[in-house]
């Protein structure tokens, strides 16, 4: 068994620089999945989500700030850090800019990266942690930290758990579409025997919670084709 019990995905098309890689991580205890360009990556990423990315600028085909580009796009969040070649400034800020955790120039320490990418899975963490504990639906209010929806009659509801993680996920998105995958990713995990309609049955349950006329939701939304949205009025 894995040391840590931590997947990191290698996009990369350098054969020598796979073998490094792998090997390294693998020492370490990590389980690594490879990827030789963009597309496989993306293909790799509807099956299951990586702890962490170690991505190549430089891939045939799609480059590796348009693969960083449709992750952060589809709300996939696991840390990303970017290997660009010595001397390309240039690239380090872009990578940044378009949702990049960190960058490391090729060539680099085996020990470099190694302290790179236990410091990003510890950051990682804290961010899960950091998080609020109230939500103000127009009058409904939402005490995540204890589990509670209080109702503008008075009613007091109990929110499970996963209903809980639901409302934080969407909450760090207000007003934005977020999809099913994404909450998938996030809330669930990919656990075994869970698909697309799990996430609708809980959104439905949620709903009957949180929304004063559940049928006619205003603030869990639905948006066609994509997935789900938080409304928050208040939200700048
Ligand atoms: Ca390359």
Redesign the pocket.
């Known amino acids: 068994m894995s040391r840590n019990d931590q997947t990191i995905l290698i996009v990369?098309?350098?054969p020598s620089l796979i073998f490094t890689l792998r090997d390294t991580l693998e020492n370490e205890g990590y389980t690594t999945l490879v990827a030789e360009d963009g597309n496989k990556a993306l293909q790799i990423l509807d099956e299951t989500i990586p702890d962490l990315m170690i991505l190549?600028v430089?891939?045939p085909g799609m480059s590796g700030f348009d693969v960083c580009k449709s992750i952060r796009e589809k709300k996939l969040l696991f840390p990303i850090i970017i290997l660009t070649a010595r001397d390309q400034e240039i690239d380090k800020v872009t990578g940044l800019n378009i949702g990049a955790d960190d960058y490391i120039t090729k060539p680099f320490g085996v020990k470099e990266l190694l302290a790179r990418i236990q410091a990003r899975l510890r950051r990682n963490l804290d961010y899960h942690k950091n998080r609020t504990d109230t939500l103000h639906l127009g009058d409904v209010v939402i005490d995540l930290g204890h589990s509670v929806v209080q109702r503008p009659d008075g009613e007091s509801i109990d929110l499970t758990t996963r209903e809980v993680e639901l409302l934080r996920f969407l909450s760090g998105f207000p007003n934005e579409p977020v999809t099913r995958k994404a909450l998938l990713e996030h809330v669930w995990r990919y656990e075994q025997s869970t698909s697309t309609r799990t996430v609708d049955v809980h959104i439905s349950k949620l709903r009957s919670k949180i929304e004063l006329q559940p049928d006619e939701p205003r603030y869990l939304v639905t948006m066609h084709g994509v997935g789900y949205m938080l409304k928050m009025k208040d939200h700048r």
Do not use: A, G, P
């Open positions: 990369e098309d350098e190549d430089m891939l």
